[in-house]
């Protein structure tokens, strides 16, 4: 019989209460766009920035947590450490809170450097904010180095990146999540050290007055929050390899194509971040041409040897269908089509017109709620369900696969079709020229409902599942 | 005031009137500095109230208060103050640091400028909202494009998923010959869009010449457009700058775009509401961007990168004739 330990319940503990809370803030944005909550309008930017940190810093910490569950199960993470992670994100998170609702800081998730100083809001509230993500980017990279110190343990560093499949060997055996949790913490640890340059050169400027150069911050704040993005999305990706052939009844194992293709993506990610500076002409020509290159290196191993992997997996498998396995098999899916979406906007002639607008929000949430949302759902639907159970309501099942994946997809339409209208993104009231980005806005709103609707109803009975199962241990 | 042959004459008005307007020319100056990227004196609303007649609105006591405290009004609760402040979008007017001369000499020269200028709305602001456009522009073919590849996405998903109905096992042998094709197909399809894709970028070609280079300014919350560089806040003074400007019909011009604080995003708009092209507006970088004005017609510029409270009211024109 499958447990969650104590930790990875904290983790869907958190993720269960502050998800609902940020997914209301967007459905208040949607609303506001579309011309309601009239007394939100004020908030909007707010808003915005909370939900935006706040999402990404959720999903970042729920697939680390899932991804130290799943590396418990082959090396040894150090217990403390995860403890100190989960008290680090916790802390970060109320002077998060903090800032946002007491301040009215509003820089945007990603606060381009030198807006943060120069807004309608306090200078403390500038100041909190980069406090609280100096604390969480500190806790996060001592998280990931302590998960990397604990597969270092059984594997040295080649092993561990599977290059020894690659002379012929098949021994020691690499799970192929392992592969991508090391890759996926490399990465990481990249980006966090990115984050901290930049808030280090924010305080000295705080401190000394010395400004730094905005194209340089540029480059170093997308480093980071392309990175991190991307990351998060990997171990999600982890989480299928890992439990997916459960369902199918089939091993998903490391081959050399599989390494190949993940040795890549380490060496390529950290390259595509350019498409995000593409509008920057001042930019180097070089760089822009690199990124574009890049984002569809990218793009193909994932493509052609992670979803073709799974759909093989499952193609004609003796396949059990539940709950868990419905919302990972969609959640490859979201993966692929918001994937698509990105590497349209990649390309420098498309980036023109569709730059900023809502085209970007609609990829990025394709993948991101669609995609790394649905594969953490279904990985602790797993854990929650107990196999006995596991296949117990199918039709209640597809009640909750229905309402996440209509409400989802409905968001999501709404957002592309606007980002083909040029409706700019971050606006807070659409302009009387773009009268129809209102309308658009108002229909996601509801869709966006009908989601949240549906991962109540996923969490209540996912958690209500785990304590049965608890009980009858 | 920040139509340039109005400034132009204003700075005219105030040297042949000597000290009597003395202090309306650094009021001019102060405005100019201080309150123009939110607020008009007789042409419409931007982040904060159109200004036009402000004096004849309020008490002058109360304009003193809040000109040089407004933080202090909205806190205290004062009626006026905090319906204006929830009108606003709950923007909160800067404390600008001003003492009561310069308050007084900005709300001279606000009066001045409202006894000369009848208010005007805005020109080239649409009020009444307008209805979506066909989709028919480039962009619409991605979104085609893009709903055609998802389309293909779910199919390939539903299939395999339905597959499960009957079980069997498969022959991986085959199944890796197929992986292999399909990336050679992927390889192919990739380097052949790069290859169509990558000559056609947007970043300005040393061998063409524009036929007009116009100047782009942008701070919070508004775009300068001039004929000659701005680097500073400084030279706003010196430099005749306007929010709209005015190009023949199929002239190719050059923006050249930077910013004096934050970053924010020149987005053109064509005839059609669809964005036409961008660029960044960055401080400490200058970034050059073409358009080809074909059609006559209203051009609307959108600030296409967030730069605080005011960012979607943060806006400019282009009237091709
Ligand atoms: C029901 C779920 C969600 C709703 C209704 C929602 C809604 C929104 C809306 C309306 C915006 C502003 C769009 C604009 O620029 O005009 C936004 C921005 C954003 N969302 Fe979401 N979202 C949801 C889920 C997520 C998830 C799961 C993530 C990430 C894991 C996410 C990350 C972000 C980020 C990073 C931004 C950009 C914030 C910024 O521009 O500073 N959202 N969302
Ligand atoms: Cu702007
Ligand atoms: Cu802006």
């Known amino acids: 019989m499958r447990t969650i330990d104590t930790q990875t319940a904290l983790w869907m503990a958190v993720t269960f209460i502050l998800f609902p809370v940020l997914a209301l803030l967007g459905i208040t944005m949607r609303t506001v766009q579309a011309g309601g909550l009239e007394a939100m309008a004020g908030w909007f930017y707010p808003l915005m920035t909370l939900h935006g940190v706040g999402m990404v810093g959720v999903w970042y910490v729920a697939a680390m947590g899932c991804a130290a569950s799943v590396l418990a199960r082959h090396v040894a993470p150090s217990p403390l450490i995860g403890r100190i992670a989960l008290a680090g994100t916790v802390i970060g998170v109320l002077m998060l809170l903090a800032c946002v609702l007491l301040g009215r800081f509003a820089a945007g998730w990603y606060f381009l450097y030198p807006l943060p100083l120069h807004g309608e809001w306090p200078l403390w509230s500038a100041v909190l904010f980069l406090a609280s993500l100096t604390v969480l980017g500190a806790t996060w990279l001592v998280w990931s180095l302590d998960l990397l110190r604990a597969i270092a343990a059984r594997f040295t560093l080649a092993q561990a990146l599977g290059w020894h499949y690659l002379r012929g060997q098949t021994e020691p055996v690499l799970p192929p999540s392992l592969l991508i949790v090391t890759v996926s913490l490399i990465a990481g640890i990249a980006a966090l050290v990115s984050a901290v340059i930049v808030i280090v050169l924010f305080a000295l400027e705080l401190l000394t007055g010395t400004s730094s150069d905005a194209l340089l911050m540029k480059n170093l704040t997308f480093f980071f929050g392309h990175t991190l993005v991307n990351l998060s999305m990997y171990l999600g990706v982890a989480l299928a390899y890992e439990i997916l052939p459960d369902y199918a009844g089939r091993p998903w194992k490391t081959n050399p194509v599989v390494v190949v293709s993940w040795n890549t993506v380490l060496a390529i990610v950290l390259l595509a971040y350019l498409h995000h500076l593409y509008m920057d002409f001042a930019q180097p020509g070089g760089l822009q041409y690199l990124g574009q290159v890049a984002s569809y290196a990218s793009a193909l191993p994932a493509a052609i040897v992670t979803i073709f992997g799974a759909l093989l997996l499952v193609y004609r498998a003796t396949m059990r269908w539940n709950l868990a396995s419905i919302l990972l098999f969609a959640g490859l899916a979201g993966w692929a089509i918001g994937g698509i979406g990105a590497v349209i906007d990649s390309t420098i002639s498309a980036n023109t017109r569709l730059h900023n607008t809502l085209w970007v929000p609609a990829h990025f949430h394709t993948y991101m709620l669609a995609g790394l949302v649905f594969l953490i759902a279904g990985y602790f639907a797993h854990l929650a369900r107990p196999a006995a159970t596991a296949d117990a309501s199918p039709r209640r099942d597809r009640t909750i696969a229905l309402l996440l994946v209509g409400g989802a997809y409905g968001f999501f339409a709404m957002f592309y079709l606007a980002g083909a209208w040029s409706i700019p993104r971050r606006f807070a009231a659409y302009p009387a020229e773009l009268a129809h980005g209102a309308t658009t806005a108002g229909i996601a709103a509801a869709f966006a409902t009908l989601f949240l609707a549906g991962f109540l109803y996923y969490a209540l009975d996912t958690v209500r599942q785990w304590r049965t199962a608890t009980r009858t241990d | ?321």
């Open chain 2, 1 to 321: 005031m920040r139509n340039a042959a109005a400034r132009i004459a204003l700075l005219l008005a105030a040297v042949t009137h000597g000290a009597a307007t003395a202090d309306t020319a650094s009021g001019q100056v102060l405005f100019q500095q201080k309150c123009a990227a939110c607020h008009t004196i007789g042409e419409g609303d931007r982040i904060g109230p159109d200004l036009h007649d402000v004096g004849a609105r309020r008490e002058r006591a109360w304009l003193m208060r809040f000109v040089t405290d407004p933080q202090a009004m909205i806190a205290a609760g004062d009626p006026v103050a905090v319906r204006l402040y929830e009108r606003y979008n709950r923007i909160v007017m800067p404390n600008l640091a001003l003492d009561d001369t310069q308050a007084s000499a900005l709300l001279a020269h606000i009066d001045e400028v409202s006894r000369q200028h009848p208010a005007s709305v805005a020109v080239g602001v649409a009020t009444a909202p307008m209805p979506a456009p066909a989709l028919r522009s480039p962009q619409s073919a991605i979104l085609y494009g893009f709903i055609a590849a998802t389309l293909l996405i779910v199919t390939v998903f539903v299939w395999v998923a339905r597959s499960t109905r009957d079980p069997a096992t498969v022959d991986t042998h085959r199944a890796y010959a197929l992986r292999r094709v399909l990336f050679m197909a992927g390889l192919v399809c990739a380097i052949t869009v790069l290859a169509l894709t990558l000559p056609r970028t947007p970043y300005v070609q040393a061998a063409t010449t524009p036929d007009r280079v116009i100047h782009v300014t942008a701070r919070q919350f508004e775009f300068l457009f001039s004929d000659v560089a701005v680097d500073s806040t400084g030279d706003l003074l010196n430099v005749a700058t306007s929010d709209r400007i005015t190009v023949a019909a199929d002239t190719l011009v050059e923006f050249r775009v930077t910013a004096l604080d934050v970053n924010h995003g020149f987005g053109v708009y064509g005839v059609d509401r669809q964005l036409l092209a961008q660029t960044q507006a960055m401080p400490g970088y200058v970034n050059r961007v073409r358009v080809h004005f074909r059609e006559p017609g209203h051009y609307p510029v959108l600030c296409l990168e967030y730069c605080a409270a005011g960012h979607h009211l943060m806006r400019a024109g282009i009237t091709v004739e």
